[in-house]
């Protein structure tokens, strides 16, 4: 649970304003790309005729956002 709580927590990065500025910004952007490639995740078999390639594709996009968040935490 502290992975995943730790995961939707917003960073501390220390900085001027416009970087706390842009670090809150791309973490709720990330954060609302990741929400609705989950939702799209459980949408593909009942959207999709190409199921398996859409799944893939998903799961890279879900992949890439995952190691921005981790790597933003990281700072």
């Known amino acids: 649970m502290n992975v995943l ?3 939707w927590k ?6 001027d ?3 706390v500025r842009t670090a809150n910004v ?3 952007v990330i954060l609302i790309i990741t929400i609705l490639t989950g939702l799209g995740l459980i949408a ?3 959207l ?3 199921t398996l390639s859409s799944v893939l594709i998903i799961l ?3 992949m890439t956002m995952i190691v ?4 933003m935490q990281r700072g």
């Not at 921005?68 to 790597?71: C, G, N, R, S, Y």
């Open 5 to 7: 709580g730790s995961f």
């Open 10 to 15: 917003i960073p501390d990065i220390a900085g």
């Open 17 to 19: 304003a416009n970087v």
């Open 26 to 28: 791309l973490n709720r």
């Open 44 to 46: 593909t078999p009942f």
């Open 48 to 50: 999709f005729e190409r």
């Open 60 to 62: 890279a996009l879900l």
């Open 68 to 71: 921005a968040k981790l790597l």
